[in-house]
């Protein structure tokens, strides 16, 4: 597969701040691949979109799009469709026409694909409804639906979830895939939504503090993921005495004041919870547990999990 977009040591500063927004973060998104940024709000994400739109100017690094690097008024904009993170609509003007005027403004030369686009983004029942009367849901799907009016190459979305119900975000998932794997087009996504991110996307990247912590394909990050023994247990400490001590057990993590999840051992449940109880411990719960994104994530910049 081509690629249709690298950005190489990408990097933003701000005299005020002590700290780069964004640093030394390099990407490749190919025809046909959903890239998925995750983090949270502030990581960076928005930020890096918006310089490889062209809309923030990087203070270091590049941006290449179609094999050529980004300068100022890119003939490569005309093949890329963008979802800012907040679209901007005309409250007066109806979902049909803004799609129309959004043809003249972009100079979309190509056949009329407004009814498609409206099908294809489940608007057409709302085509003659003026956007101001539009739940937040709906103007997300009519700013996608602007993106990818004209058929690009490259589609970049900045948080594309923002308001959707749940039948909403199974549209999403299944247009995002068709676009990607039946027309080829490049999709690059940021979210702080991890689930969502991990049914679609191809390859992952974290981003926290502006840095690009990782990136991965999806079908290997499944994989890394953990799975685990959690247990409840009282007293805790005297638990983690016997599991370091008489067990020798050191990969363990705690959630709370009596939840442990010790890793490696799914196969030894049963034995652990018998040597345990069997030292006098009380075990309220035991569960084998497979990791979320969310999990590793949260254990990728530190934190923890709910």
Known sequence: MSTVLRTIGLTKRYAKRLTPAVEDVSIEVAAGEI???LGQNGAGKTTTL??????????????ELFGRRLEGGSEGFARIGFLPEVPGHYPQLTVAEHLRLHSRLTGYAGPDRTEETLSLLGLSEVRDVRAGRLSLGLRQRLGLARAILHGPELLVLDEPTNGVDPAGLHQLRQLLLDLAKQRGMAVLLSSHLLGEVQQIADRIGIMHGGRLLQQR?????????RSCVELRVEPLEQALVVLEQKLGILDYELRDSRTIRIYGKTGQ???????LVGEGMELRELKVRHDSLEDY??????GKGA
């Not at 394909?217 to 993921?225: C, D, M, N, Q």
């Not at 994530?297 to 530190?302: F, N, S, T």
């Open 50 to 63: 918006r310089m490889i739109m062209g809309l923030v100017r990087p203070t270091g690094g590049e941006v």
């Open 35 to 37: 890239y998925g940024f």
């Open 217 to 225: 394909a999806a079908a290997e990050l499944e994989r890394t993921l």
């Open 297 to 302: 994530y949260l254990r990728l910049i530190g």
């Open 269 to 275: 449940s049963s034995e652990l919870a018998r040597i």
